[in-house]
């Protein structure tokens, strides 16, 4: 009897090859992370390790980088693709609910990178990682924005919403944590998604050719237009884009 991966909805059928296809996009995610790494490192939800290896090939001081993946098929995908973690890494399968029962209070930083808007109770996956941070630590979180981008591939591969600030704010409410930081990135690809995922509705998991056509689209912005995104929005920021960073500390930290 097959038992769905829940975790993996809609994406479970993505090989090692279809992964380091947009180095340019990968990178630009990363260097939003990249700035707050520091001492005992945990991320949450790292798919088949995109971000994971950058973080690792870089020169970066830390002394315990703990990564981890809930899904069956992604979890696979990333012990083959870091085969031979050093004595600061370590891959663990679990989410953030069975994370926080061994790892309570042990990290400086926590980042999660396209996880949050997978996961149905986003105000608890962010509890767990609150308990999971020291007190002076900081959590680091990439989505996607805008609801009324939100279309059938959405749907498809398993997000319950995009998010806007005001939708974060809201999240955050109650919680005892500091938002330190929100903004808008990746202006540029608003009108890409718009035109392909809900003007042309295109479907990447119709076909063959309509996967390929998909993927060809997504190597030709990261190459070309990735790079031109990166140097505006090093100088600007605007008041949307398709993905949304936040970073959230402990309220009280005395």
Known sequence: MHVED??????AASGDEHFDLTPELDLFQYRMIKPYVRTDVLEVGAGPGRIARLLMQDNLIYDKYVISEPSDHFFGQLCRRIEAPSSKITLTQGDTSDLVKQYAGAFDTIFSVHVLEHVEDDRAFLGDCLRMLRPSGKIIILVPALQFLY??????????RRYNKSMVRRLVQGLDCKLETIYYANFLAIFASLTAFKILRLD?????????GFV???????????PIIDLMERNIRFPVA????????HGDIS
């Open 204 to 212: 990447y998991q119709k076909s063959e050719v309509s996967k390929g």
């Open 216 to 226: 060809f689209l997504e190597k030709v912005y990261s190459r070309y237009f990735i």
């Open 151 to 160: 279309s059938n591939l959405d749907r498809e591969i398993g997000h319950y």
């Open 6 to 11: 829940a975790y993996a909805k809609g994406m």
């Open 242 to 249: 398709l993905n949304l960073t936040f970073m959230i500390s």
